[in-house]
T-cell receptor, first 113, second 110 residues
Framework: DAGVIQSPRHEVTEMGQEVTLRCKPISGHDYLFWYRQTMMRGLELLIYFNNNVPIDDSGMPEDRFSAKMPNASFSTLKIQPSEPRDSAVYFC???????????FGSGTQLSVL | DAKTTQPPSMDCAEGRAANLPCNHSTISGNEYVYWYRQIHSQGPQYIIHGLKNNETNEMASLIITEDRKSSTLILPHATLRDTAVYYCIVIIWRTYKYIFGTGTRLKVLA
């Protein structure tokens, strides 16, 4: 198994631009999580899905952030418009019912200039 | 969810056991203790978890005190590749809302 796949690995954009981060969970996993990591705030849970349905989005910082999971094998996290304070590493993770372990991707390093 | 307290950093000599403590004095009866680690620039990796009994797997051992207010992760023979940030998390079974704290930065010294 290839594990959780995130793309792009690095993203550099200018303030005000739309940014889309992508995630492919491990096949068969029914939970998907988006985390953000910064030096100041550590690892923060943004949102998680179960069977493609958002369960808890209380960690999403503001309306500029949105996440979708159109099917079991794909999810996106979109930031529109992006701001410099959004610069961080964004991780996607997946799990499956009864397992309780999170499997993380390699992350997307986002820099907003 | 119960909060955890971990020392910010620790050093360990290569080949020696690394003992990483975690305090979770407000843990409730249905909360499990999980340990993850994050090697520089990678995503966190699951290590081990337990409820009240001690647990061991190929990576580490987990010792939970009888009152469950604290636990210790033991890496029996630390190697340089074990240098990482180690996170202790308590979570209700099947709630999936993992909250990562600041963790312990373990440095294994040659």
């Amino acid at each position: 198994d290839a594990g959780v796949i995130q793309s792009p690995r690095h993203e550099v954009t200018e303030m005000g631009q739309e940014v889309t981060l992508r995630c492919k969970p491990i096949s068969g996993h029914d939970y998907l999580f988006w985390y953000r990591q910064t030096m100041m705030r550590g690892l923060e849970l943004l949102i998680y899905f179960n069977n493609n349905v958002p369960i808890d989005d209380s960690g999403m910082p503001e309306d500029r952030f949105s996440a979708k999971m159109p099917n079991a094998s794909f999810s996106t996290l979109k930031i529109q418009p992006s701001e410099p304070r959004d610069s961080a590493v964004y991780f996607c993770a997946s799990s499956f019912t009864g397992n309780e372990k999170l499997f993380f991707g390699s992350g997307t390093q986002l820099s907003v200039l | 969810d119960a909060k955890t307290t971990q020392p910010p950093s620790m050093d360990c000599a290569e080949g020696r056991a690394a003992n990483l403590p975690c305090n979770h004095s407000t843990i409730s009866g249905n909360e499990y203790v999980y340990w993850y680690r994050q090697i520089h620039s990678q995503g966190p990796q699951y290590i081990i978890h337990g409820l009240k009994n001690n647990e061991t797997n190929e990576m580490a051992s987990l010792i939970i005190t009888e009152d469950r207010k604290s636990s210790t992760l033991i890496l029996p023979h630390a190697t340089l590749r074990d240098t990482a940030v180690y996170y202790c998390i308590v979570i209700i079974w099947r709630t999936y809302k993992y909250i990562f704290g600041t963790g312990t930065r373990l440095k294994v010294l040659a």
